[in-house]
Structure formats: structure tokens, C-alpha cells
């Protein structure tokens, strides 16, 4: 199980931007965003059996019900790992 965030984020969002110290972080150039690229994990097609119940909901909250299964998946992972 993950460990909990240690920071004040009530306070942080009560912060004005000026008021947060980013001097350790450094600006992100033009440069920066020309050779940056975005890498999701890869993924495998796999067959998995559901309850047709099941799948039917998934299916009747729209487009993209793949993605919200291997969201919720993930989630349980992350929390038994």
C-alpha cells in the first residue's frame, strides 16, 4: 500500500503562486517539449470472462469501457500490492 503524502495540500492550495518556492525546479524550454514523449505502459490484448451483467454496465457508461475496467483493475492492484 502506498505510503500517505506527508504535504499540507489545503494549505498549498491557499497559497498564492508567488508564494510557492520553484527555484529547485528548473523551466521547461520550447526544447523540452520537441523531444518530450508521453510513455504509457504497453498494452496486451487478452480474453477475460465477465458476468454479462457486468459487462452491460460498463458498456452502458459510453465509449471507453476498456479503459475504466483496466482503471479499476489497476486501483485494486495498487491497493493489494
Known sequence: MPKP???????LAEMADEEIDT???PELDEA???TAELRLPSKKAVTI???SDVLEWFKA?????????????RHYMQAHS
Open 5 to 11: 503524502s506527508k504535504t499540507d495540500f489545503q494549505r
Open 49 to 51: 470472462r465477465l458476468d
Open 23 to 25: 527555484t529547485e525546479i
Open 32 to 34: 523540452f517539449f520537441r
Open 61 to 73: 457508461q459510453g465509449s471507453g469501457y476498456q479503459t475504466r475496467i483496466n482503471q479499476l483493475l
